[in-house]
Nanobody
Framework: QVQLVESGGGLVQPGGSLRLSCVASGSIFRLLPMGWYRQAPGQQRVFVATITSGGDTNYADSVKGRFTISRDNAKNTMYLQMNSLKPEDTAVYYC???????????WGQGTQVTVSS
């Protein structure tokens, strides 16, 4: 079973930036569309962005133009560059396969992003 480890979260002021990383333990990662998700307190986990194995991307409307998803298949790693952060971006961020895939891995521990002045 592939394990996913997210990192890079933290406390940042509104307008600031963070770069999240997701490292997968298995090489099958390279073949799969992957995604970032987030879960705010008291809310369900929701899709943020996805990327195919070839690099095609898709974003939730709430982050379009501010977030950039990328991946390095040689390192089994996916990234989320988050710019112009807003308080409503505060959540625990997770990675997993993209929505609708037949394969989904166990969720990792996530990484906390807090946007506050």
């Amino acid at each position: 079973q592939v394990q996913l480890v997210e990192s890079g979260g933290g406390l940042v002021q509104p307008g600031g930036s963070l770069r999240l990383s997701c490292v997968a333990s298995g090489s099958i990662f390279r073949l799969l569309p992957m995604g970032w998700y987030r879960q705010a307190p008291g809310q369900q986990r929701v899709f943020v962005a996805t990327i195919t194995s070839g690099g095609d991307t898709n974003y939730a409307d709430s982050v379009k133009g501010r977030f950039t998803i990328s991946r390095d298949n040689a390192k089994n790693t996916m990234y989320l560059q988050m710019n112009s952060l807003k308080p409503e971006d505060t959540a625990v961020y997770y990675c997993n396969t993209a929505p609708g895939q037949s394969i989904a891995f166990n969720w990792g521990q996530g990484t906390q992003v807090t946007v506050s002045s």
